[in-house]
């Protein structure tokens, strides 16, 4: 009897000792993201999936920032419950303004008095996609090649030379007249540009405060803010460059490299919200004002202003 007794209590002992370890296999804690390459500004989402033994006791991850990423949307958590125990999965969306191999940190999960923490994650952050596979080719020598159409120039020429003669002779019979332009097609030269940019930005600022969804408008004109100061300033051909040209001409302007990054995101975000139809939300839109204006401010104490 007393034998029994022991073989029963022992067995009970293991069974005991067996639960937490049946428990723990049934826990999962994985931290995923949906893209592993952005541009700069490009929103990603991280999410983390939990799956518990224990319905109550579980404490999810919770954040106001990580280094080098910002925050665009807070954690949305959905929760389902089952006779296996508690599933949770939460999402972040995510941007960063600084390029290179960023790390997103490993995140603690509280199940019970045990924590869990998921993997770190690697996003490359760039400026654009090169592809580095490619094999890079010499520039060749130019080839001439015979053009059967060359024996038409001399002809051509001389057609346009007497055509040209003969309006010559129209012209040079009238009597010249100086064109006087209106005063108000004048630029007025009193107020500098950095002056026109400041006062521009200010007037951008309260249209959007009125008007949110004059959102591709009030980007166009952030852009164009730029390119009107770098062409007054400097003397640049801006308007007809794209984004990126005119990134390029900037970066040749030696900006300290925090302050590049965060003007060519700006810019960037522009060419988001008209091509790829990004919505940016308010923190954002003053965000990108406010970096256009300090890069203006910069360029114009390092250019002589």
């Not at 022992?10 to 949906?34: F, R, T, W």
């Not at 991850?61 to 280094?67: E, H, M, T």
């Not at 007809?240 to 040749?252: A, N, R």
Request: net charge negative.
């Amino acid at each position: 009897m007393a034998k029994s007794f022991l073989h029963t209590f022992y067995m009970l002992m293991l069974l005991a000792g067996s639960i937490p370890v049946c428990a723990q296999e049934n826990i999962s804690v994985k931290a995923s993201v949906d893209k592993n390459q952005i541009l700069i500004g490009e929103p990603i989402r991280l999410s983390i999936d939990v799956k518990s033994p224990m319905v109550s006791g579980n404490q999810m991850p919770q954040f106001d920032s990580i280094p080098h990423f910002e925050l665009i949307e807070k954690a949305n958590r959905d929760s389902t419950i089952s006779a296996a125990g508690v599933s949770y999965h939460l999402e972040w969306k995510l941007t960063s303004f600084d390029s290179g191999t960023r790390m997103i940190p490993a995140l603690s999960v509280t199940i019970g008095k045990v924590v869990y923490k998921t993997d770190s994650l690697t996003v490359e952050v760039s400026y654009g996609k090169v592809d580095t596979t490619q094999d890079y080719h010499d520039i060749k020598g130019i080839i001439d090649l015979e053009n059967p159409d060359v024996k038409y120039i001399p002809w051509f020429v001389d057609s346009l030379t007497l055509v040209a003669l003969v309006l010559f002779i129209i012209f040079i019979r009238k009597p010249f007249t100086v064109i006087r332009y209106p005063s108000s097609v004048i630029h007025d030269s009193r107020i500098s540009p950095l002056e026109e940019a400041m006062t521009q930005l200010e007037t951008l600022k309260k249209m959007i405060q009125q008007d949110p969804s004059a959102v591709k408008k009030y980007y166009s004109a952030l852009n164009d803010t730029l390119r009107v100061f770098l062409n007054r300033h400097l003397g640049l051909v801006t308007m007809e460059k794209t984004s990126e040209e005119l990134i390029l001409v900037i970066s040749g302007m030696k900006m300290e490299r925090d302050a590049f990054s965060k003007l060519t995101a700006s810019l960037r975000m522009g060419d988001f919200v008209k091509f790829a139809k990004y919505v940016p939300g308010p923190y954002e839109i003053d965000s990108n004002l406010e970096e256009i204006r300090a890069g203006i401010v910069l360029l114009n104490e390092k250019e002589g202003g």
